[in-house]
Structure formats: C-alpha cells, structure tokens
C-alpha cells in the first residue's frame, strides 16, 4: 500500500481565514480523493483529485469553498477556504491502490477554527 | 439507496471478553465490502476487504465475514489496544471504481 503523508496534521485556523492541506504520495497514483471526517460522524468524500484537470466534487461541495490542485500523480493540495466553526473536521486525503479498489488513507488534517 | 449500517455504535468489553460488530449492507451490486480502524484524530487504516458472501479474512485478533446481507467483525480475546472506532465500507459494483460508501462506526472499549 502507498505512503501517505498530509501536512498541517492539526492546526486552529481563525473565523474567514483559508488553509491549504498538502497531500504527498510516496509512488505514482492514478485516483486521489480528499474526504471529510465531521466530529462523531464518518467520513464523506468531498472530491476526486484529477491530475491536469479540474476536481471531480460531490454533491454539496463546490470549487469556490474546496479548491484542489493534483499537479502530478504524487502531490495534491486541498484549501478549506473562507472558514466558519462548522468547518471544524478532519480532513483527509486519500489514494486508490492495490488490488480491488481499496482506499488507503493518509493521517489526516484536523482542523479547529474559532 | 446504496447504505451500510454498523451496529452498536458503541461496544465496552473488558479483556479477553470476545464478540462481534456487525454491518449491514443495502448495495445494487457489491463489487468489495471494506474494514478499517480507526484511531482518535488519525485516518483510517485498512484492515479487511471481502468480495463475496462466504468468504473469510484474519488478522491476528481479528476475523471478518460476509453474508449477502451484512458483514461481521469478530474480536477474539481484545487487549485494550484493540480499542479503536471500527469503519465499514462497501463499493457498489454499478458505479465508478472508487465509489465508497461509508458506515457511521462502532466504538470499541476494552478495559484491562
């Protein structure tokens, strides 16, 4: 399975400020997603990473509040923009490797604004 | 509507006390169910994947099972480091390849 690793790991961002969460893969991965973890809930993916083009986003999410960038099949990057409180979650990226579709996910991004 | 359930959300065993977890599945097509762990403020760590009813999987204390219906997590003997929130997930088979559907969890407790 692939080497994940995200940074910031936690980090408590101020009311209407953005983050950007980076994602860096150790090997070459076609598909990258980017989920969120709400405190108490499970996890709900928020888009698929495309490299060279533009995110594939969920229902309820938008490009304007998650921009992502996949520059490359190792690197992605995930901006939690505008931030309120109920933005406040884990964030995590994720790959698809392996045999049958299995998703593997990085350490996470917890994010705290107040 | 493609749904997993997992029951109970939360389980308190003491030591060496065995049972099960439990996920329920309503899916037009399984292509793979999907165990994880998780551990408080960390992303989920594969466990299991299962691709067809009858199959079985084991890791140390830990067996999965599927049924067309549902899917088992058995603990055997759990040490308090078992404790964990523990993730099922199931990939319907008639839509993109990634497509993951997400259980809500069950917290597990042992206590030494």
């Known amino acids: 399975s692939a080497v994940i690793s995200q940074k910031p790991s936690r980090d408590i961002c101020q009311r209407g400020t953005s983050l950007t969460i980076q994602c860096q893969v150790d090997?070459?991965?076609?598909?990258m997603f980017w989920y969120r973890q709400q405190p108490g809930q499970s996890l709900t993916l928020i888009a698929t990473?495309?490299?060279?083009?533009?995110?594939?986003?969920e229902s309820g999410f938008v490009i304007d509040k998650f921009p992502i960038s996949r520059p490359n099949l190792t690197f992605s990057t995930l901006t939690v923009s505008n931030m309120s409180p109920e933005d406040s979650s884990i964030y995590l990226c994720?790959?698809?490797?392996?045999?049958?579709?299995?998703?593997?996910f990085g350490e996470g991004s917890w994010l705290t604004v107040v | 509507e493609d749904q997993v359930t997992q029951s109970p959300e939360a389980l308190r065993l003491q030591e060496g006390e065995s049972s099960s977890l439990n996920c329920s599945y309503t899916?037009?097509?399984?292509?793979?169910l999907f165990w994880y762990r998780q551990d408080p403020g960390k992303g989920p760590e594969f466990l299991f994947t299962?691709?067809?009813a009858g199959e079985e999987k084991e890791k140390e204390r830990l067996k999965a099972t599927l049924t067309k219906k549902e899917s088992f997590l058995h603990i055997t003997a759990p040490k308090p480091e078992d404790s964990a929130t523990y993730l099922c997930?199931?990939?319907?088979?008639?839509?993109?390849?990634?497509?993951?559907?997400f259980g809500a969890g069950t917290r597990l407790f042992v206590k030494a």
């Open positions: 994720s790959v698809g490797a392996g045999a049958g579709n299995t998703i593997y």
């Open positions: 090997s070459q991965v076609t598909m």
């Open positions: 990473a495309n490299q060279g083009s533009e995110a594939t986003y």
């Open positions: 899916v037009s097509g399984l292509r793979g």
């Open positions: 299962l691709y067809s």
């Open positions: 997930a199931v990939q319907p088979r008639n839509t993109g390849g990634f497509k993951t559907i």
